[in-house]
């Protein structure tokens, strides 16, 4: 009998994570990841670094190209998954190939969502999901300091704003629901909170005082690329701007599975998905929670790490419930400065 | 040479392989003959297209606006690695709006035959019928309710998404052929009505196509068996709406459902003023039978859509007015009949969403109280049709949502259609139309490698303003010329069939090199069926053991590289298109 | 970074325009500045599913040999390029095919790039097509993609877009550039992630010279101009027809004469009689052909007429494997002949070492009235190197040992014993010049003699007038690389393989290894002094070679009575610096010398 394969799609925290679990559970079986990726398994929570100065890549990576080698670890980037067969167990990757699996980990993650009325003024918005699209964002600043106009304000975004603000850059943010995403801020500690990004430097315009954003133009020459036009007519001229209304999960790929789907693929606690040899994990599921009664998201990189962990665990033989350990937690600090351990990358 | 000229065909393979290759037709459920009606946009001939579409579908011009496109979800352009489907149905609307202004309609019309048939219901199958049925011959009376005809069409569609005037127009020219319309006359056992029994004695046959118009029922917690005064059923919304009566909701808009119905209740709503609009639905975003496109224009418009719950209870103040719908949480269950999903409610998963008006839109279904007539009814209380569209009262024929619950107007349509051909049959006693194949060689492959990359065209809508500023106004704005020919160009034009002569060809590889899909294809055997029909192909890598070089019909994209790369003209293209002949 | 020295390989399947595009690439290198050194490998059919492999460095200063490693792969042909992916080095690229149609057998290419490596996709067949309409320019596309990436100056490319395909029409040329352009913006708006950069390439300051991107085959026709050649034989064979044919072109336009002739044994002939004539004559083939021509060089030697043999070797024997590279006919080529017959055999190591033994052989032929054969290989023959050549010929247009006027009338001496062998010859049309040639042994008349003291005589006569060769002016026998001195390792290599000895040798001073080089170019006669002395230099000698039995290392042996250690290999292909690196390091491990075999 030919030795077990285990396909994992997606390369961020989640799969390295199952995927290092998996060879240490099965020595002898076979892991292939897929990720859209060109780059190994970097750290996404580090990208803030670009704008210290760290732009070569390979200071990003978490391990060593020996290390996939060494662990008998195939790696497949570049590749985009077309389709998943859950009948035949093949999986079929954007370039035509079938890629047979015993068992499937979806750890797609999530990527930046961006509302529909705003979806016609993409290209003119940049992301902030990869080391290529982070790089982007750093050339395209002026050197010495720019200005960054961040619409909606996640706490992806919230972070790289601190850092921006640190480097020298200036930073508005068009606040509106997603400003705190994924934490729930309450309407009466709301205030506190916009209160404690102007403390940290951020310039705030609240969405509901300018009407929500009407337009996204190219910046005349000699301004800078970008103008933000509001519905109340008035304007923010900026070098970048940044979606930032929190994430979406990848999941295009599985929709002829018969996998159950609401936003994100829906998991038990154990982080199998609705076919038994599909597991997800990561930004990408939603697991159901007995005590809320209902599929929730878990976010942040320690929640995310140990879903790879379990799914891997539960793909081998195991069979343990996901239970997060880290929560979005976002407070006000003394010095009136948010912090939270989202930010804190270990 | 008699591979020259056009022929017809009514050898079942031939029938089969337009069933199996021209995927856009066979999903049509009116068999609209898409490749030729984009074929003559291209060809700059909106007319012969618009008429090309009138063939199969008496209402194009309503129907490019408001289908709910199953050809597209077929269309070969659309399978994976050939990108996103032709805008088969956008095209559908350019052929309409393209054609000349003085465009003259054709008909082909049967000799009078004397046959009186009676059809209640003017809405999308009753009009498809009543067209059908004059062109052969029959002096029909169509019977409609409200004061204008075309049903759900006049009265469930916003005009944002179906102008009237489109509609008028295009009903006109279906009902002129002599049909009497008699709007305002209900057919039922009520005070100054017509009995459908009376209709019987009247007329040789009756069709019933009177639709689902009545709203399905949503059992909630302390249910009154009145409707609360912030609730409404979303048809009734619409109808009285496009009635022109006033309709007012509140700020925060909550609406139960998730089909046409649902969204196009949210986007009045929206255009009524309200200003947080949330589409509640039991199951996900993934399982509801709205297009994509719609759905993208509804969330444009600031419509959020919320899964996995099912409205349980009111939630009133001492006033008495509604704050809010209790939900409950769901989990998807198994799949229901026709491809939905079941939602199973989570016990205690009770929560609340504040709104101040509920529009519940979550189905509609038949009343067949009217009827005063015997006739079987099945389980879910539609009345039931045998193969050739009758009910159990003989003469009494019936067809639409009214047999089918609700459904699609590209549906009721191809069922007007349909049981016309049954009513036709059942009168003359004999069947007078039949499809064949129309199989003609063609001189090229008609289109270039080039037009496989165009990619798909977008819709050019009404700014988000505009749209608050005219309820009215029409969302899409529809394809300017260039636009609607560069978007025909997409169209494979599946209806071509690509065949290499084995005879001739040199096993040379030319067409396998310049191939831009895996559609060719070396083999040493194919399965031949019992039927006579080609089974699948034996592919073989080896070299040395090739017996042919076969084109995979199911794989090609009638690109046209094949063609023009053989050396020793081996390769043969021919139109097979279904049409109606006579029998 | 200025110090480029960047690898490419194009891996594809016939057909697919591989070494097509290798070609444009390689010019185009050496248009922008580089110093580029190239070879291909392809298979024997034209048209069908066989290899072809493109492998080409560019550097600042020209390099000896092509590198183990590539920087940059370029996969036409996934089935192909597969088992080259490990060739490339970590942080180094791969390109490849986005969109196949099919894949490949062993699934597609993006399955087996290593975690190091950096993988770039193109829609190579999609951009063809959207540009040309056709998916012919898929080489033209991919070529573009990786001159984008790589930020390669555009205009190198196009000037030699244009240039080739300005012969098949205008049409044709707009059709490749607009492919190009369409690949190099997709390129050009690839995220660059390996290390891979070209740094500004070093001007030619040498003066009056001209830098040419050029292979063995043409260097050896460029000679063949320079030197004033009058007549070319010759019969078509891989990898010598190239020779052929390019002279084929050349030749008319300076009003000379060059016949396709109906085998090797006919070529041979006409060679020698045109040489008889007192034209500079040639021809060229491979082994197989050497054999055929063996009886007619026996009748070169004694007739002691000047003729050129330029043999370009290949895998053999018999057909063997004719579009791969071997050494080994060089036992043919030294003592193939019948009886004693020595001739002037040498090879060079490098392309502008074609250039130069080509026009030296015209020379030598003609000062020492023999036949010379040149030996390349299919390596050589097809390897491209950038060479800087003065604008004017370097060669003697004539050196010819005319006979001082008495000497003429009746009783010419045509084979006069003289001083070091070389009588004055006198050609047809010289007034008094009439004389005998014949392939019997002879007396100074050219009259038929064979007493034991004339045979005695005349064998002497042919071998001691070869002698000059190897003083022959302005031209080097054999020369010393590396550190002067004792050595604890030397390498002693002939032909192709001595540009990867260079290679191998600087790796190992890099280590830490006493190690030197020679490269002997005249190998008949042998340049036993140079040899002998290099020899006494070094602990141990290694004689790496691309044939199965080490004839370079038999030579040397039976010439100088000495051991030396082979290194014998036979791919096909050149051989591996590493291999020869690794014998290095064994022998000066051990310091001593290896007994042969």
Known sequence: MSERHHVIVGMGITGNEAAITLRRREPQSRITIVTLASLLFYNRYDLPQVFRGKHDWREFLVHPPAFYDDNRITVRRNSRVANVDPLNKVMTLEHKEDIPYDTLLVATGGRGWIPEELAEFRPLMQGFGSFEQAITVARALPEGGGRVVMLGGDMIGLDLARTLIDTGHRVTLVAGEQTFWPHQVSAERRPAFVAALETMGVEVVEQDSVGGVAQIAQGAKGLPARKVVFRDGSELMADVVMPFYGIQPAIDFMGRTGVDVERGLLVNPELRTTDAAIWAAGDVCQIWSQEENRYRFYYGWRNVRAMGEVAAGNMTGGNDAFVADQDEKLEIDAEGRLVSPFWEYA | MPDEEVRHSSDPRDIGWVRQNVPCQTACPAGTNVPAYIRLILEGRYGASYETNREANVLPGVLGRICSRPCEAACRHGWPGNGEPVAICHLKRAASDLKHAGHRITEQLFAPTGKRVAIVGAGPAGVAAAHDLSLLGHDVTLFEREERPGGMLAYGIPEFRLPRDVLAVELHNALRLGVQMRTGEAIGNGKGETRVSSLLKDFDAVLLTTGCMAAMPLPMRGDQGSLHRDVEYGLDFLVEYHRGERKRVGRRVAVVGAGFTALDCARVARRLGAEEVTIHIRTTEEYIPVTAEEMFEAKREGIRLKGLRTPAALVTDESGRMTGVEFVQNRLGGWRAGGRRQAIPIDGSEFVEPCDTLIIAIGQKTVNDFIDVKVEVGRDGNVLVSEDGMCSAAGLFAAGDFVRGPTMVVDAVGEGRRVSQCIDTWLMGKRRRTQAVRIEPVAGPQRERSFDFITRTHMPTLTLSDRIRDAKGEVELGLDEATAKEEAKRCYLCFLRYTIDVDRCIYCRACIEVAPRNCIKMINGVEIKPDGTYGSLAETKDWSKVAAIWIDNNECIRCGNCYRACPVKCISISRCELVDVEA | ?597
């Open chain 3, 1 to 597: 970074m200025d110090a480029t020295d960047i690898q490419i390989l194009i891996v594809g399947s016939a057909g697919d325009g591989t070494i097509a595009a290798g070609n444009i690439l390689r010019q185009a290198l050496a248009e922008a500045g580089y110093k580029v050194i190239s070879f291909d490998v392809y298979p024997p059919e034209i048209r069908g599913f066989g290899k072809c492999i493109a492998r080409m460095r560019a550097t600042i200063e020209q390099a000896y040999s092509l590198k183990q490693q590539s920087d940059v792969m370029l996969s036409l042909d996934d089935s192909h390029a597969i088992p080259h992916v490990a060739e490339v080095r970590d942080w180094g690229a791969v390109l490849y095919e986005s969109k196949p149609v099919a894949n490949a057998p062993q699934g597609h290419i993006t399955g087996h790039i290593r975690p190091g490596q950096i993988p770039y996709g193109c829609a190579i067949r999609e951009i063809s097509e959207k540009a040309t309409g056709a998916n012919r320019s898929r080489n033209i596309v991919a070529l573009g993609y990786l001159a984008g990436l790589y930020r390669l100056p555009r205009e190198a490319f196009h000037a030699i877009i244009d240039r080739q395909f300005k012969k098949r029409g205008a049409e044709v040329a707009s059709v490749n550039r607009k492919a190009f352009d369409e690949g190099y913006a997709a390129g050009a708006g690839a995220f660059k992630l390996d290390d891979v950069a070209f740094g500004p390439p070093k001007p030619n300051v040498v003066p009056g010279t001209v830098v040419e991107m050029i292979n063995g085959n043409a260097a050896v026709v460029k000679g063949c101009l320079d030197a004033g050649i009058d007549c070319f034989f010759g019969y078509p064979i891989t990898p010598a027809t190239t020779i052929m044919e390019r002279l084929a072109t050349e030749m008319p336009r300076h009003g000379k004469r060059l016949v396709q002739t109906e085998d090797e044994i006919s070529a041979i002939s006409a060679t020698i009689g045109a040489g008889f004539a007192g034209t500079r004559s040639a021809t060229a083939t491979s082994g197989p052909g050497l054999s055929l021509m063996q009886e007619m060089l026996g009748l070169g030697t004694m007739a002691e007429v000047p003729s050129v043999v330029f043999v370009s070797q290949r895998g053999g024997p018999s057909t063997g494997m004719p579009t791969k590279t071997e050494q080994s006919d060089l036992n043919s080529a030294l003592f193939g002949g019948h009886g004693d017959a020595p001739r002037i055999v040498m090879a060079p190591t490098n392309v502008e070492g074609c250039y130069r033994c080509a026009g030296k052989a015209f020379e030598m032929a003609e000062a020492y009235q023999t036949p010379v054969i040149v030996l390349l290989d299919l390596y050589l023959s097809n390897r491209y190197e950038t060479v800087a050549f003065g604008q004017k010929s370097p060669f003697e247009p004539d050196v010819n040992k005319r006979p001082r006027k008495q000497d003429l009338g009746a009783g010419y001496k045509r084979f006069a014993l003289v001083e070091g062998g070389v009588s004055p010859r006198a050609v047809p049309g010289d007034a008094g010049g009439m004389h005998i040639v014949t392939g019997l042994e002879h007396n100074e008349l050219g009259r038929p003699a064979d007493s034991a003291e004339m045979h005695l005589a005349m064998c002497d006569k042919r071998l001691d007038k070869l002698k000059g060769a190897l003083v022959h002016p302005d031209f080097t026998v054999a020369k010393r690389f590396g550190a002067m001195g004792k050595a604890a390792v030397g390498l002693l290599a002939w032909g192709s393989t001595f540009g990867e000895c260079l290679e191998a040798m600087f790796q190992a001073e890099k280590e830490g290894i006493d190690c030197s080089a020679m490269k002997v170019v005249m190998l008949s006669p042998f340049p036993e002094e140079a040899v002998s002395a290099f020899m006494d230099d070094c602990a141990a000698v290694l004689v790496p070679e691309l044939n199965h039995d080490g004839q370079f290392a038999r030579l040397v042996q039976g010439t100088l009575g000495r051991k030396v250690v082979k290194l014998t290999r036979v791919p096909g292909v050149p051989m591996r610096v590493s291999d020869i690196l690794g014998e290095i390091r064994r022998l000066a491990g051990r310091n001593l010398p290896q007994a042969a075999e």
